[in-house]
């Protein structure tokens, strides 16, 4: 398997654009999480669905934010309108059965920079 | 609330040293804790998962140990390589019978030749 995918690598954009991140996880993971990473934060949990259902959405910052998992295939992450301080290294990572038992195996981030 | 802090932030050590990277978390009903590894522009690839049950586990040159009474883990390194450079991470379940995990904001490893 290819890994998780996630798509675009960078992205730059200016304030008030909508931005939509994808991720594809690995062929038969039931979990899919959208994580953010920052300096200052360090890595948060925004989203994660099992099954294709969102399950906990309580770390999406704002309604700007939005996320949906239309497939086992294929899952994207919305930011509109998009603020500078949106400016951070998404990731996507999926695993089989959660964190209790199996490690999350993730993609190589999307660089989002938002002027 | 589960919170994990790694202490150091930065390390530099010069090769062929041993190191030991500090995790502590706050909750300790866990079910496992997980090491992983971060290089620069990219994202995280996992080293160790040591399950409740265990109180340590091996892979080549890396040891991790868990202290869940105390709310402790480490991740030993011997005879460090400029290879082992890269940011670790370790993360535990937010919390019992959750799917989610909780990160530490890493150790920044520096191995100079």
């Known amino acids: 398997d290819a890994g998780v995918i996630q798509s675009p690598r960078h992205e730059v954009t200016e304030m008030g654009q909508e931005v939509t991140l994808r991720c594809k996880p690995i062929s038969g993971h039931d979990y899919l999480f959208w994580y953010r990473q920052t300096m200052m934060r360090g890595l948060e949990l925004l989203i994660y669905?099992?099954?294709?259902?969102?399950?906990?959405d309580s770390g999406m910052p704002e309604d700007r934010f939005s996320a949906k998992m239309p497939n086992a295939s294929f899952s994207t992450l919305k930011i509109q309108p998009s603020e500078p301080r949106d400016s951070a290294v998404y990731f996507c990572?999926?695993?089989?059965?959660?964190?209790?038992?199996?490690?999350?195996?993730f993609g190589p981030g999307t660089r989002l920079l938002v002027l | 609330k589960q919170e994990v802090t790694q202490i150091p932030a930065a390390l530099s050590v010069p090769e062929g040293e041993n190191l030991v990277l500090n995790c502590s978390f706050t909750?300790?009903?866990?079910?496992?804790l997980q090491w992983f590894r971060q290089d620069p522009g990219k994202g995280l690839t996992s080293l160790l998962l040591i399950q409740s049950s265990q109180r340590e586990q091996t892979s080549g040159r890396l040891n991790a140990s868990l202290d869940k009474s105390s709310g402790r883990s480490t991740l030993y390194i011997a005879a460090s390589q400029p290879g082992d450079s890269a940011t670790y991470l370790c993360a535990v379940p937010t919390n019992p019978g959750y799917s989610t995990l909780t990160f530490g904001k890493g150790t920044m490893l520096l191995v100079s030749p």
């Open positions: 909750d300790s009903a866990i079910y496992n």
């Open positions: 669905f099992n099954n294709n259902v969102p399950i906990d």
């Open positions: 990572a999926s695993t089989y059965g959660g964190a209790l038992i199996e490690t999350q195996y």
